[in-house]
């Protein structure tokens, strides 16, 4: 028991526990395949699967990356989380300048989402069909999509994921929406205006990238409570704890160890089926180029594919804490 992994453990507790994964370094570096495939049992595409990796051009998808990733989870049992259809980040460089009216870009989303989800409808299990739309004070993110079609790109999206991959969990997925703030409000009103009409989804993903500040977890208790009530299921999709470097705690390792733990008790407690980290060692994060003011170490792994505090925190956690009562006691 004490030397079950974190792959063996999180399948006892019926819980989804990935990390977001990388084409090239999953094609050249077999310690990051053996981390992945022992202790994980999910995987999301980091960033094969956004539209700027995938459309080279208006007429051309390049898959190469994105099947790599989605067969790697297919041989090793797992199951594969595909990020993202609609973003207003990592676009094209020809999407802004194409001229196009409003209703052929409709199409090309149309068309886009029907291919790729089309594509994967088998393999991929979980799609985060639409990424970061709503902005800090609660308002509509004003993207190419929203100023095309408002609003109803969101659910036009969902409509279109759905058609073509009916068993797929369907979700939204944002950042800084995890407590009790202004935007998680315009997040739950979102989806709660989807849900009155109908709209196929199924959950709502909480980033919890926790970098310059931490979230409080009593609030995010409260939200993830008043998401499931709408039906919803809540998945934590892009988990990474990072300190500002010139102002970290002494211990900075077990600081964060103790924040992933109190995560992880919060996910047992509250009924979150899915927890992902953003990446699988601290060289594989995106924190160190994104963000050079903190430290540079925010995942379960070091760089020499040790096991960090942070692993060890949660493994000692689930080993301490009954299955019953969590997801796969339920399941028939
Ligand atoms: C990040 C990737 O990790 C980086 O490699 C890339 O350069 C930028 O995007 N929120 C998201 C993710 O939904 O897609 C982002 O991923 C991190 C923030």
């Known amino acids: ?8 453990l999180a399948d006892q507790h019926g819980l989804t526990v990935g990390a977001a994964v990388a084409g090239d370094t999953l094609r050249n570096d077999p310690h990051y395949r053996g981390l992945l495939k022992g202790e994980f049992n999910a995987i999301t595409t980091e960033n094969a699967l956004k539209m700027g990796e995938l459309r080279p051009d208006p007429n051309r998808f390049d898959f190469a990356d994105a099947d790599a990733i989605v067969s ?25 300048p194409w001229e196009r009216t409003d209703d052929q870009l409709e199409q090309f989303l149309r068309t886009h989402i029907h291919t790729v989800a089309g594509r994967y409808r088998s393999t991929i299990d979980v799609w985060d ?27 036009k999206a969902f409509h279109w994921a759905n058609e073509v991959a009916p068993d797929a969990t369907l979700c939204y997925n944002d950042y800084n929406a995890e407590g009790m703030n202004p935007k998680a409000d315009g997040v739950y009103e979102l989806l709660s205006r989807l849900l009155d009409r109908g709209v196929p989804i199924d ?7 926790a970098l310059h500040e931490k979230p409080d977890l009593e609030a995010v208790g409260r939200n993830v409570e008043r998401l499931q009530e709408l039906g919803l299921e809540v998945h934590l999709t892009e988990i990474d704890v990072a300190y500002p470097d010139a102002d970290k705690p002494e211990h ?4 964060q160890a103790n924040f992933y733990r109190e995560l992880l008790e919060l996910a047992l407690a509250a009924d979150i089926n899915t927890v992902v980290t953003w990446g699988v060692r601290d060289s594989d994060s995106w924190i160190r180029s994104w963000f050079p003011d903190l430290t540079d ?36």
């Open 1 to 8: 028991m004490a030397d079950a992994t974190l792959r063996e």
């Open 72 to 96: 790697f989870g297919e041989v090793y049992g797992m199951s594969v989380r595909g990020h993202t259809l609609v973003w207003h980040n990592q676009q094209p460089d020809w999407l802004r």
């Open 129 to 155: 069909v639409v990424n970061e739309a709503v902005l800090d004070d609660g308002s509509m993110r004003e993207t190419v999509w929203y100023d095309a079609m408002g609003e109803a790109y969101i659910e």
């Open 203 to 209: 959950a709502v993903g909480l980033q919890m990238h």
């Open 252 to 255: 900075h390792r077990t600081a």
């Open 297 to 332: 170490d925010p995942l379960l792994f070091d760089k020499h594919n040790e096991t960090k505090p942070a692993y060890d925190a949660i493994v000692s956690t689930l080993a301490e804490t009954s299955s019953e009562g969590s997801q796969s006691a339920r399941q028939p």
